[in-house]
């Protein structure tokens, strides 16, 4: 998503930047524009401003949280704006620069960091002064970059190498004993809370889910594809069958009609 | 055949030859291999978490070429000494590359403790961790190889002390690698046999055997009793867990789901756990044995979970949580896992009701006497067995813990309700966790979850109302529902929220639709309607038409187009919504015949809509059947009806 270092083969995210202010320029003369900007990083299941550095970023709490009237916010995390798709870049460029930096100081055990951008819009339409906002979410699920372990498949035994390692895919294996369990308390990782709340339900949304060909990074691909269901919240919404006894009292009604019976008023 | 294991006394033993040759040829060599095998354990173990990205392995080749070393040494120590045993042994035909099983472990070869059988479990440990080695660096050929290997070498010998570990771990590795190729049938034969050498020895040994690290140190650093047997039995617990895995993979749930259970009793038992980890897994194992109507084990899982859960320290306060990001990080993480270890309690009080509802309910969802009667003779009968059962039932706990654990199981039933009072109860602990999780689990910024909660509490109502025998009372608990989630339901964005949001808008116009019900149904016990009690039912039966009218506007475009055709996941759901309405409009009470008849058109109009809407789309009629057919019905009939009044209304005038 992010494209080569360089930059001449710039991936989704620069070009939506572009692609944001190309739509702003054309509207330019019936609405008032303002955009505003967080960049976070996600790994080890913690979120980190990369608009500040190093050991600031480290010691700020970050959470990314929806509330009831669907407004999103990043608490603990700046927020800028930007007024040309250069200024945007440019605050690009230093978040992944901060995160260049995050990731050499990073365990060798965790080597998932993903990148989180959210581009708000605020625009005013200039005839009649109404204000709608529009966000839009860029998540860059990284794979492992690196060339070693691939990391377990879904039907490889998840090992417990030295005697010490904690059986940590116990709770895969107990969640997998029933597709329907009532509750499930793991699955809240923090990207899943991100995609949850901050997607909602809504027929606008889209999510691009993007996987390597290649055979060696399957194991990100499944990560990914899961992820992506289970932001998919499909619930019941009528959960039974019509209640049974509102059917027969109608039935009966129906009877009582058929056969031309008086039917008092209320019981039709 | 021989059957009986070896008996040594502590570590192995060795002959009075072998002690003088070490003592004055190998004792410096042997430092030396020891040495060299600490350096490879450090090199796989510590460093290897230092090797650069594009390095990755590097310190376990390393480790690899050490262990190779160790192996040569090995090997040319005994040149000569004792060749001629080892020519007798190496008589036996080649094995085949598959598990002799244990029985080759006992009887013929060498005894285990022997210099000869001391020697191959020696070899057989090097093999075992060049094994291990390979299948880190992901070259599991070569891996298996080795593992392979370290498995003839410990046929030649018979069990013991010495090499049960090995037995076991060699094959719980085999196993890993097995499965990692789709053979899941193969790792389950290692992981099996595995199984049994442990049952076996522990039944006819049972001594503290020695760990796979002691075969290269020298005996004064011999590990301790207590913490062989630590090692032994984590051996044996990893044993378990991969066949959890195993039978999880093979689809055979129940005995995975037995075997997830004892990795767990086993964790507690030799403190082998981190507190949080352990409860959330116990807790999620609960929710299968709900599912499986398994309330007692289920309770258990819960209650253990809930006492560990306890074991992982105190919530630091808000105060601690501004100073340190630790502390914050702390907080948030201990209060989180438990409010969700509170929701699983909800899951369970929950579905103990409504699964004790489904066994007492008649054809129209009304309480049956006659099946309290059958349930309440049933479970006197099955509490004895149950108490059998508990009593070999795998249980959790240490002995601090057990009591503790106790305590909360006897604070809720596990066994079907039959009546309100014993309803109640369990409804109150249900109560009392939604509380407990609604803390955590705020509005703002845990929008989901805390309407889940609060949809679980509704439910938990809904459960007890049906246990309530008194009208009155019944319809209060469905104003509570009601007054839970109609102001969310009001403040919540809807495109946001979408699925949510319809989610509410049904159930508060199921919950209205019920009490309107029950309102009548009061009035007519006593034989009273009057205007006000009209009245009530009138704005009851109004409120249930406007959720059911708004969940159908949710339906439409933004512009208020209806769509030509419905998506699968609102098709039935909205044709039921104007199914409801429908029957909502002609149940409008009004003396006007004027009012009558505009109600009973508007009914005409949704039924009729259903009708259309089937005839338009027909792979639609499979969804509602019955309500189609009673809508064709009302279809034909009202028109009747409605000119009857209309007839009324024009000779009266």
Known sequence: MVGDRDQRSPGIMPRAFNAVFDILQEYATKFDF????????????????????????????????????????????????????GELFAMFQQACANRHNAATKMNVESSRSHLIIGIMVESRNLTNGSVSFGKLSLVDLAGSERAAKTGAKDDQLKEANSINKSLSALGDVISALSSDLPHIPYRNSKLTQIMQDSLGGNAKTLMVVNVSPSDCNLDETLTSLIYATRVKTITNIAQRNLESKEISQLKEVIMKLKSGQPVEDEEV | MDTTLSTPTTGPRLSHTEITNMASTYSHEWRAVCDKFNNAQDLSELESRKDPENDPFRSKYKARELLREIYCSLKNFDVGENESVNDEADQRPTEQPVDGGMEEGFGRGHCGDSPAGSRAAKLGAVEYYLGVNHVETEELSAGEEHLMNCMTLLEKCSISPENVSLFIQVRNQLGILWAGRDEIEKAQGFLETAEAMYIRYMKEDGQPPMDLTEFFVAEEKALPQQERTKRFEMAYTHTLYYLAQVYKNLEQYEKAGGYCHSTLQRQLEFNQFIPLEWAINAATLSQYYITKTLYMEGRHCLSAASVIAGLAGEVPSEAAAQESEAEAEKRDQLRQKRAEIARCWIKYCLNLLQDAKKLLEDNIGELDMDRQAEL?????????????????????????????????????????????????????????????????????????????????????????????????????????RVDMMEPICKDLNAQYYLLVCRQLQFELAETYYEMMDLKLAVANKQDDLDAHTVKKFNH???????????????????????????????????????????????RLISSSKTVQMENLNRALECYNFVVQYCKDNPEAKSAIETELELSEEMVSLLPLKINRIQANLASSN
């Open chain 1, 34 to 85: 303002k955009v505003s900007v967080y960049m976070l990083e996600l790994y080890n299941d913690r979120l980190q401003d990369l608009f500040v550095s190093g050991a600031e970023a480290q010691s700020r709490r970050v959470e990314i949280k929806r509330n009831r009237k669907g407004l999103v916010f990043a608490q603990g995390a700046e927020t800028k704006e930007a007024s040309s798709a």
């Open chain 2, 376 to 480: 309440r003779a049933t479970r006197l009968k099955e509490e004895e067995e149950k108490e059998r059962g508990r009593k070999s039932a795998v249980l959790f706990g240490s002995s601090d813990t057990f009591d503790s654990i106790c305590g909360l199981e006897e604070k809720v039933s596990c066994v079907f309700p039959v009546d309100f009072e014993e309803a109640r109860a369990i409804f109150l602990v249900g109560q009392t966790y939604v509380n407990q999780a609604k803390e955590y689990f705020e509005m703002d910024g845990h929008v989901t979850d805390h309407i889940e909660i609060l949809q679980d509490h509704s439910a938990l109502f809904k459960a007890l109302a049906f246990f309530e025998e008194d009208l009155e009372r019944r319809c209060k608990m469905h104003k509570r």
């Open chain 2, 540 to 586: 009851l039966c109004s409120s249930s038409t406007k959720f059911y009218q708004m969940f159908l506007d949710s339906v439409r475009s933004p512009e208020g187009k209806w769509p030509e055709k419905l998506e699968d996941e609102v098709l039935r759901p909205a044709l039921v919504a104007k199914f409801r309405v429908a029957r909502l409009h002609s």
